[in-house]
């Protein structure tokens, strides 16, 4: 079985620029969500869609935004990148109605915003 | 609202040494409890789960069990390794709300 896949692995943007991240799923999960995790720092709640529909969303400004499709992967957008965008960005898929099972990640996408 | 705290690291230890890693959680209902870990340049791979009181989480030689008098899921191995040293992350989740974590405890391991 093929585990969650996020693209690219590496990303490098001027200051300014616009960053679209992606994720695919392991087949079956409906549920997509969407964290960063700055140098250091723990993981912070970015988005979190399911069937389609955003769930919920943390605490981060509309310049980041995304959309999941209806084969359930997901994009990421991060509009008029700053320098403190730079981070590890994970995507995990489940089950909506089976958090019991837990989430699986993906590897992530290393952000570097010069 | 539900949140999830895990004791401040990092954490050096020798190895074979005895390992407890605190994580205290606030939540409503009856979450799902997990302990996720991150090596050094990789995602999370989760180590273990709990999804009722008094279940046991194991995996790898790591434990831990779901205290609901407690709202604690304490991470343990009777004998660390250099190859365990990593990020660890305690979690929940409930239904109809997204995932959440500790703080994460970065493990050394001393040969």
């Known amino acids: 079985e093929a585990g969650v896949t996020q693209s690219p692995t590496h990303l490098i943007k001027t200051r300014g620029q616009q960053a679209t991240l992606r994720c695919s799923p392991i087949s079956g999960h409906t549920s997509v969500y969407w964290y960063q995790q700055a140098l250091g720092l723990g993981l912070q709640f970015l988005l979190w869609y399911d069937e389609g529909e955003e769930r919920n969303r943390g605490n981060f400004p509309p310049r980041f935004s995304g959309r999941q499709f209806p084969n359930y992967s997901s994009e990421l957008n991060v509009n008029a990148l700053e320098l403190e965008d730079s981070a590890l960005y994970l995507c995990a898929s489940g089950f909506r109605r089976g958090q019991s099972s837990g989430y699986t990640f993906g590897s992530g996408t290393r952000l570097t915003v010069v | 609202g539900n949140s999830v705290t895990q004791m401040e690291g990092p954490v050096t230890l020798s190895e074979e040494a005895f390992l407890t890693i605190n994580c205290t959680y606030t939540a409503t209902g009856y979450p799902s409890l997990f302990w996720y870990v991150q090596y050094p340049g990789e995602g999370l791979q989760l180590l273990l789960k709990?999804?009722?009181?008094?279940d046991k989480g194991s995996n790898k030689g790591f434990e831990a069990t779901y205290r609901k008098e407690t709202t604690s899921f304490h991470l343990e191995k009777g004998s660390v390794q250099v190859s365990d040293s990593a990020v660890y992350f305690c979690a929940l989740s409930s239904r109809d709300d997204k995932i959440i974590f500790g703080k994460g405890t970065r493990l050394h391991i001393l040969p």
């Open positions: 709990a999804t009722k009181a008094d």
